[in-house]
């Protein structure tokens, strides 16, 4: 049995998990094009060619794409569901980038 400090422990660090991941997500997302630009001009005063600058862009692309999948399995602290729901088309959009759960409208502490 859960005592109810050790379940407020345990709900305080879910809700860090959904910070730390919504910040990976855009600092991810942010800084993809300022690393892309500063990696080419490194790399051409090493006199390296382009290729090496593709590779940091793929490299960024799929550590973002992973942070992206890890991120969106999140589970919301309050019903239990995925915080971000599965299988949303254009004509009825998913929560992405909301702020509250798609199916009990938990919002994280601030």
Same mark, same amino acid.
């Given at each position: 049995?859960?005592?109810?400090?050790?379940?407020?422990?345990?709900?305080?660090?879910?809700w860090?998990?959904?910070?730390?991941?919504?910040?990976?997500t855009?600092? =991810?997302?942010?800084?993809?094009?300022?690393?892309?630009?500063?990696?080419?001009?490194?790399?051409?005063?090493?006199?390296?060619?382009?290729?090496?600058?593709?590779?940091?862009?793929?490299?960024?692309?799929?550590?973002?794409?992973?942070?992206?999948?890890?991120?969106r399995?999140?589970?919301?602290?309050?019903?239990?569901?995925?915080?971000?729901?599965?299988?949303?088309?254009?004509?009825?959009?998913?929560?992405?980038?909301?702020?509250?759960?798609?199916h009990? =409208?938990?919002?994280?502490?601030?």
């Amino acid at each position: 049995m859960v005592t109810p400090g050790e379940a407020w422990k345990l709900r305080r660090a879910q809700w860090r998990r959904y910070r730390v991941g919504r910040a990976l997500t855009y600092i =991810g997302f942010a800084l993809f094009l300022p690393i892309g630009i500063v990696s080419t001009l490194v790399f051409k005063t090493l006199g390296w060619n382009e290729d090496a600058t593709l590779w940091v862009a793929a490299l960024w692309m799929m550590a973002f794409a992973a942070n992206m999948v890890w991120f969106r399995g999140f589970r919301c602290p309050d019903c239990g569901k995925r915080f971000f729901p599965w299988g949303a088309s254009w004509l009825a959009p998913s929560n992405d980038w909301g702020s509250k759960c798609g199916h009990c =409208g938990a919002r994280p502490p601030a």
